[in-house]
């Protein structure tokens, strides 16, 4: 199998295009990213088990992606702007790149011949949901609270209406708050977040009543698994999936970095930031096929802080 990942280099694509490898079906990874995060380093010591080719190209660009996609299995659709604090400052690049970006990815996808696309989505496509979030929810519970999550909102319905148009099967997953680390790694979201806050001394901003406040996150071992669980079902089409290891309270990831970093400090704010809503998500139904989530959050955790135990040994610099 030849799949194609869009967005490739980053946080979850750099794991993805590794575990790729491990795959016995996989003979070819083709990793599509323009650059704009510049994570070069993703591409470092791939596995030589399978054949690698990288193309610097965006997915606004339909002669570009008609290219990469010819002789293309599968492909899974990462590449867009995700940091979703940022995205009502550019809401109109947000929803070009993410949603018109997404149909773009979904017309190469039909006129090349490509079977399979899958395409994580997120969990903060839920508003306030009252209750626990499942796929089949009412409207009303789709409350997107940012740009960013409206457009892939309005990109997960591009996908879904693709699905049965020639030989394409399509899925939405819809996943949690990524944790834990990879060759491309970014730090916009909670629990990266303030891991990289605590091992740099400073100090962490959290609302006060956020802190009981349950969220769906998701280990990266279980985003990455749970993409190559639908690329071993392609029969799986016209389905949206919640990918999600815990619902948890802030306060549990706050418990989890205090083990490491005894000295951390909380500033409580009055100020309500973004996006500050409690709800749980229910992947019952992803579990019915058979996926289990593994990961764990104070692992997750304690791999990141591992990786930057060199600033947590040198503790506070004298002023
Ligand atoms: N990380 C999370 O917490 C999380 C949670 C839910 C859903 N998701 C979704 O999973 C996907 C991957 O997330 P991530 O955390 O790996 O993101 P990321 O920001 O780390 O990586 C995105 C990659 O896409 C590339 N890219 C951006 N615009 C592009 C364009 N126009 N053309 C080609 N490449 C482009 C970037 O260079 C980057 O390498 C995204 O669609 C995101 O919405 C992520």
């Not at 079906?25 to 596995?47: C, E, H, I, M, W």
């Not at 399979?116 to 306030?128: A, D, K, R």
């Not at 680390?181 to 962490?204: D, I």
């Not at 009981?212 to 799986?236: E, G, K, N, S, T």
Request: glycine share 8%.
């Amino acid at each position: 199998m030849h799949v194609l990942v869009t967005g490739g280099l980053g946080h979850i694509g750099s794991q993805l295009i590794r575990d790729l490898a491990a795959s016995n079906t996989v003979r070819q990874v083709t990793v599509y990213d323009d650059l704009s995060t510049q994570r070069y380093g993703a591409l470092f010591n791939l596995p030589p088990t399978v054949a690698y080719r990288f193309v610097d190209g965006n997915i606004l660009d339909a002669a570009s992606l008609a290219a990469a996609l010819a002789g293309v299995d599968a492909v899974v659709h990462l590449a867009a702007i995700t940091n979703a604090e940022g995205s009502f400052e550019i809401s109109a690049q947000v929803q070009r790149v993410n949603h018109e970006g997404t149909a773009c990815v979904v017309a190469g996808c039909v006129a090349q011949g490509v079977r399979q696309l899958i395409f994580p989505s997120t969990t903060s496509v839920y508003g306030p949901v009252q209750g626990i979030a499942r796929e089949d929810c009412p409207p009303a519970d789709l409350q997107p609270q940012s740009p960013y999550a409206a457009a892939k909102l309005a990109a997960e319905h591009a996908v879904l209406a693709a699905d049965g148009t020639g030989v394409l099967r399509t899925v939405c997953l819809r996943f949690g708050t990524i944790f834990g680390p990879s060759a491309g790694m970014r730090f916009h979201t909670a629990v990266n977040k303030f891991v990289f806050q605590a091992a740099t001394g400073q100090p962490l901003t959290v609302w006060r009543e956020v802190e009981q406040l349950v969220r769906p996150y998701l280990a990266l071992q279980d985003a990455v698994r749970a993409i190559l669980f639908m690329l071993a079902r392609p029969a799986a089409g016209g389905e949206i999936y919640n990918v999600v290891t815990l619902n948890a309270p802030l306060a549990r990831i706050l418990d989890a970095i205090r083990s490491h970093v005894p000295a951390l400090q909380v500033e409580y704010t009055n100020t309500r930031l973004l996006n500050q809503v409690s709800f749980t998500v229910d992947d019952s139904k992803l579990r019915a096929l058979g996926f289990v989530p593994s990961g764990n959050l104070e692992q997750g955790v304690a791999d990141t802080l591992q990786l930057l135990r060199g600033l947590l040994a040198a503790g506070p610099v004298a002023p």
